[in-house]
């Protein structure tokens, strides 16, 4: 049986302050809403487009392509400002910039795999 991430919004902003992201992004909200309910259930990142981004455009009373394009807009913050820290994040080198839904994947693996442990960077 897999195990449940085990992670809160507390690691989720230390990660994306880390990155150079703040809450005056509306992105960041969009992020942290989308990496809880990836913990919810994981299969939520294979459906990012028809599932997950949905979820957050009627929470946040906005279009999906608004939801895509602000956490876009996070993921070239964090590629601009800390390249080497989201390069060890994601656990490997990155040629380019991570798309939306890679840059959610490579927040959620991160966090799925440290848990609530101090994060360490």
């Excluded at 449940?4 to 509306?26: C, M, N, Q, R, W």
């Excluded at 939520?44 to 394009?69: D, F, G, M, W």
Aim: glycine residues 4%; proline residues 4%.
């Amino acid at each position: 049986m897999p195990h449940k991430p085990v992670f809160d919004s507390s690691e989720i902003h230390t990660i994306l302050t880390l990155l150079g992201a703040d809450l005056h992004y509306v992105g960041y909200r969009y992020t942290e809403y989308a990496l809880m309910l990836m913990k919810e259930d994981e299969e939520r990142i294979h459906s990012v487009t028809k599932c997950l981004y949905p979820e957050i455009a009627k929470r946040y009373q906005t279009s999906c392509n608004s939801v895509e394009r602000n956490i876009r807009t996070l993921s070239q913050v964090a590629w601009r400002s800390q390249p080497r820290l989201l390069q060890k994040l994601a656990g490997h080198t990155l040629d380019r910039r991570p798309t939306s839904s890679q840059f959610l994947a490579i927040l959620f693996a991160y966090l799925s795999r440290t848990g609530n442990q101090e994060i360490k960077v």
